[in-house]
């Protein structure tokens, strides 16, 4: 089996992954070996001599301009096959924007004020998904309004990720909603809707995951025809509320129809 050494002075994460899809083109395998923080000429020279050992390809993100030059002297020395990810490219980008690199490594990976504020909306919305925490509804970003199996989770998800603190309060037939919902501004609250026969299928495949009866009164149309209902009257009470109908559409295609509205309504 072939070896690949994947050497970094930051992560490697970027090399790797690139090794490995460039690796699916071939019906082969390769034993791919990822080495981070690489730094110190020690270090260097004694992963290039297992290299050698391995008649492995090397494949590096150096940024550090003397820690690369050091390892291009290596294994120019031991007759390596290599592969400089980063250094033609840096070199083009300085060339054309006539401009030296920081040579500062991991600089993709830099933890700031976005990381955190992602990491926060991400916890946010899984404390306060479907319901479980009415109390901090008002101070969500956005708050999503549906009956069961209408996206309101992945979409939670998916919008956290994006930094947004986003809660999500299911429409129970027959249960009025949490009073905190009335607190939230209008322009934060969205609702989401389903046609009937797509209901039911999703709706018949849990119920059949689930290993329960497919009579079920939860995938029966005429269960989810009320349900749907009455998800309207509520919306109908709150006509401030845009309403979006997931039918048939991907989670990224509703989360941008609900940033383009939301960005709309922010203007207002």
């Known amino acids: 089996m072939k070896s690949v050494f994947v050497i970094s002075d930051a992560t490697g994460e970027t090399a790797e992954r690139m090794v490995q899809a460039a690796a699916r083109q071939f019906e082969t395998s390769l034993a791919i070996q990822t080495f981070s923080n690489v730094r110190l000429s020690a270090e260097i020279e004694e992963i290039v ?35 400089d990810l980063m250094g033609a490219l840096m070199g083009k980008l300085s060339s054309s924007l006539d401009a030296e690199p920081s040579g500062v490594p991991g600089l993709l990976h830099t933890i700031g004020e976005d990381y955190f504020r992602r990491m926060e909306a991400v916890e946010f919305a899984v404390k306060n998904d479907d319901g479980a925490e009415p109390r901090n509804l008002p101070k969500a970003d956005l708050v999503l309004v549906g009956i069961s199996r209408t996206s309101k989770t992945p979409l939670s998800t998916y919008l956290a990720q994006r930094g947004l603190k986003v809660a999500n309060v299911p429409l129970v037939l027959g249960i009025d909603p949490p009073e905190e919902l009335a607190q939230v501004p209008d322009h934060k609250v969205y609702g989401l809707t389903i046609r009937t026969e797509a209901l039911a299928q999703i709706r018949q495949a849990r119920l059949k995951h689930l290993g329960m009866p497919r009579d079920s009164s939860y995938g029966s149309f005429g ?15 709150n006509p401030e509320w845009p309403v979006i109908d997931v039918t048939n559409k991907a989670i990224e295609e509703t989360a941008a129809d609900i940033l383009r509205l939301r960005k709309r309504r922010n203007a207002k």
Do not use: P
């Open 49 to 83: 001599g297992s290299a050698a050992e391995e008649k492995a390809l090397v494949v590096f993100t150096v940024v550090n301009e003397d820690a690369r030059d050091l390892l291009l002297k290596h294994l120019a020395e031991r007759d390596i096959e290599s592969i």
């Open 223 to 237: 269960h989810i025809d009320d349900e749907i209902a009455y998800a309207r009257n509520i919306f109908r009470e």
